[in-house]
T-cell receptor, first 113, second 113 residues
């Protein structure tokens, strides 16, 4: 069975601080896909990034970066110089090709102005 | 493109009532799915479809029915509403292939009294 664990239920940081959201996954498959989604207070779900199991390169997009490490089964998400607009619930998700996307329970991030 | 649309946005039902949550997408995506979001539990897959005429169960299918007569539409039917079905429901679609990101609708907030 596949499982995604986001141990951090809630995180609060002061604006401009860096913050890392943890994601640990379990799967027996060698081919799988990892995703991060953002859910702002307005409620919609927004796709942020996708990573496949064969690509361990870290990704940077502006203030966002992702660290994928197969050795520790982790796919962590870092926001640099956080802003109030980053306040949201962030979900990590896993799909190993069986059409069923498994989500973690989410991390609620609050950026304090 | 309207993307993924859901109706209604809000609904209140009494226990035992039935209703249908509507979902439509205009991106010609083969794959569509329904999730429910409950506090502390992330998003859980209810049912999904890989194409017109093909549906399958997800993690929490009991009490729900689906059908897929067209590529565009994927309605979710609550047969006899129960308070445990109080939740926020999201419909999603994506292109075929587990590596593709999902596009989510705006959600339907359902309360069962």
């Amino acid at each position: 069975a596949q499982k995604v664990t986001q141990a951090q239920t809630e995180i609060s940081v002061v604006e401009k601080e860096d913050v890392t959201l943890d994601c640990v996954y379990e799967t027996r498959d060698t081919t799988y896909y990892l995703f991060w989604y953002k859910q702002p207070p307005s409620g919609e779900l927004v796709f942020l990034i996708r990573r496949n199991s064969f690509d361990e390169q870290n990704e940077i997009s502006g203030r966002y970066s992702w660290n994928f490490q197969k050795s520790t089964s982790s796919f962590n998400f870092t926001i640099t110089a956080s802003q109030v607009v980053d306040s949201a619930v962030y979900f990590c998700a896993l799909n190993f090709g069986n059409e069923k996307l498994t989500f973690g329970t989410g991390t609620r991030l609050t950026i304090i102005p | 493109n309207a993307g993924v649309t859901q109706t209604p946005k809000f609904q209140v039902l009494k226990t035992g009532q039935s209703m249908t949550l509507q979902c439509a997408q205009d991106m010609n995506h083969e794959y569509m799915s329904w999730y429910r979001q409950d506090p502390g539990m992330g998003l859980r897959l209810i049912h999904y479809s890989v194409g017109a005429g093909i549906t399958d169960q997800g993690e929490v299918p009991n009490g729900y029915n689906v059908s897929r007569s067209t590529t565009e539409d994927f309605p979710l039917r609550l047969l006899s509403a129960a308070p445990s079905q109080t939740s926020v429901y999201f419909c999603a679609s994506r292109r075929q292939g587990s590596y593709n990101e999902q596009f989510f609708g705006p959600g339907t907030r359902l309360t069962v009294l």
